[in-house]
């Protein structure tokens, strides 16, 4: 069974530092996704990385997918109070396209004004 | 575009209850797939129906069925309602041809006393 090892669980910073948390694995994976929820709502998708080192950025927040595309990570810069909630990563669970979705536990965020 | 609907948004049940839940995928989306989520267990996948057949299934019990209908919209049923139950059900869909993203839905808070 593939399993998404995300670190840490939980992260309480001042606004206007720098964090980064991970998606660790075993497996190798063809692409992975990074969420993010807030209470009482779904996840919203974030990113998708496909290649491995891949870098993309969304404004503040910089995605990384490891060279051997079994890790990534999630580094923001000058976090704010908006960016306050359950950062998911998730990856299929398969070889296949069509293979379900797994789902890492997820890092809570909280951003103290 | 709308988004991914689910109906009911709150529920409160007793044990021995049963429930059925709605969604509504995003118009062109064929694949429908079911989460459970709770504080300690995290984002657990139920199943992924397309075009009306069961794609993909989790591990939980047979309480735990689904069914999609011919214009995708999905149903999902807990028979013999448990304590254990009690969780945000998410649905979420994604198109045909993706790397696997996904678009939720705001979820069903169960609770079941």
């Known amino acids: 069974t593939q399993l998404l090892e995300q670190s840490p669980q939980f992260l309480s910073i001042q606004e206007g530092e720098n964090l980064t948390v991970y998606c660790n694995s075993s497996s190798v994976f063809s692409s992975l996704q990074w969420y993010r929820q807030e209470p009482g709502e779904g996840p919203v998708l974030l990113v998708t990385?496909?290649?491995?080192?891949e870098v993309k950025k969304l404004k503040r927040l910089t995605f990384q997918f490891g060279d051997a595309r079994k890790d990534s990570s999630l580094h923001i810069t000058a976090a704010q109070p908006g960016d306050t909630g359950l950062y998911l990563c998730?990856?299929?669970?398969?070889?296949?396209?069509?293979?379900?979705?797994?789902f890492g536990k997820g890092t809570r965020l909280h951003i103290l004004p | 575009k709308a988004g991914v609907t689910q109906t009911p948004r709150y529920l409160i049940k007793t044990r021995g209850q049963q429930v059925t839940l709605s969604c509504s995928p995003i118009?062109?989306?064929?694949?429908v797939s079911w989460y459970q989520q709770t504080p300690g267990q995290g984002l657990q996948f139920l199943f992924e129906y397309f075009s009306e057949t069961q794609r993909n299934k989790g591990n939980f019990p047979g309480r735990f069925s689904g069914r999609q209908f011919s214009n995708s919209r999905s149903e999902m049923n807990v028979s013999t309602l448990e304590l254990g139950d009690s969780a945000l059900y998410l649905c979420a869909s994604r198109p045909q041809s993706s790397y696997n993203e996904q678009f939720f839905g705001p979820g069903t808070r169960l609770t079941v006393l």
């Open positions: 118009s062109g989306h064929r694949s």
């Open positions: 998730a990856a299929p669970g398969g070889v296949n396209r069509d293979d379900k979705i797994i």
């Open positions: 990385v496909v290649t491995g080192g």
